[in-house]
């Protein structure tokens, strides 16, 4: 194993070990996030961005604010930075396929026996790619007008949130999606090289902002759960009490959907594993 670096430096902005460990601390009490050592670095980038709009010469001065009394003024924006945003329409599309052709059937034919209600979170929603998938997704699923269908999307950085409340991206973007998938995103140009998600996907959607480690505002019970490449940033007994909240939000016949690398396990008694990181609550 290679020795642990004492300090990331580049000219005046150099992160040293203390500092990190303040940063790492926060990351892990505030958001659950724990950032090992070898992430130094990146860590160190992403400062330079708070820095840089804050006009402070140093990562010192910076944590000086965060040792201060204002630190709770600076915290949502430093959460804004430590986070990680990556994600892309139709990301692990087996999911979507079976939304689509397992879930949305079932779901519907309950609720059409019942109050009509259809409710899907998605639990990290970062800036919209997936909530505005799942919207396209169910929409392709037919479900009847009387259906009363609705989706809440909520993540904990709130930079990520406006720019999903947007519902703007790049062409290129919307372009990596699977060809055969694009149309159900119905997007329609907004200038330049944007495209605006449809109306039709963007009237499903309610964006919130939510800390999965805080208590859940919402009383649920919700048809489907997307909580998908967020867990994976947290320890073990933290993924462990949000998967026993899921089973709380969720309906019995309810589905959650993790990412790829978030399998239950050991298993959870609550939840049968039915298709790739698909399960289903008993
Ligand atoms: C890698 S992205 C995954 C986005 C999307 N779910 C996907 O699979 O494509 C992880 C998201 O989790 C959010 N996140 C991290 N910690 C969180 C927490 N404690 N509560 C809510 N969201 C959190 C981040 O802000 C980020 O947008």
């Known amino acids: 194993m290679s020795a642990l670096p004492a300090a990331v430096d580049d000219g005046d902005f ?5 500092d990190f460990e303040l940063i790492a601390g926060i990351a892990r009490e505030q958001a659950g996030i724990v950032i090992r050592a070898h992430k130094m670095a990146m860590i160190r980038g992403r400062l330079l961005r708070r820095l840089r709009a804050l006009q402070m010469r140093s990562v010192a001065e910076y944590c000086e604010l965060l040792r201060g009394p204002d630190v709770h003024r600076e915290l949502p924006q430093l959460l804004n930075v430590l986070t990680t945003n990556h994600t892309a329409f139709f990301r692990e599309r087996h999911h979507f396929d079976h939304l689509r052709s397992q879930a949305m059937p079932e779901i519907v034919q309950r609720a059409q026996k019942g109050d009509q209600r259809v409710r899907i979170w998605c639990a990290a929603s970062s800036t919209g790619e997936e909530p505005y998938t799942i919207a396209g997704t169910v929409i392709a699923a037919q479900p009847p007008k009387s259906i009363d269908l609705k989706i809440l999307a909520t993540d904990i950085d709130t930079d990520v949130l406006a720019r999903a409340e947007a519902a703007e991206y790049s062409r290129e973007v919307y372009e990596r999606s699977p060809a055969d998938m694009k149309p159900l995103l119905q997007v329609e140009p907004a200038g330049g090289d944007m495209v605006r998600i449809g109306a039709n996907l963007r009237r499903l959607l309610t964006f919130r902002q939510l800390n999965l480690i805080q208590p859940w505002p919402m009383k649920g019970p919700f048809d489907a759960i997307f909580c998908r490449n967020v867990m994976i940033y947290f320890d073990g007994p933290t993924k462990k009490s949000i998967v026993d909240r899921c089973v ?12 790829h690398s978030e399998s239950l396990s050991p298993p959870h008694p609550s939840f049968e594993l039915i298709g ?5 609550r008993r």
């Open 14 to 18: 150099v992160l040293s070990q203390r």
């Open 276 to 280: 790739r990181t698909v399960y289903r």
């Open 248 to 259: 709380d939000m969720l309906r019995p016949g309810g589905w959650l959907y993790l990412g």
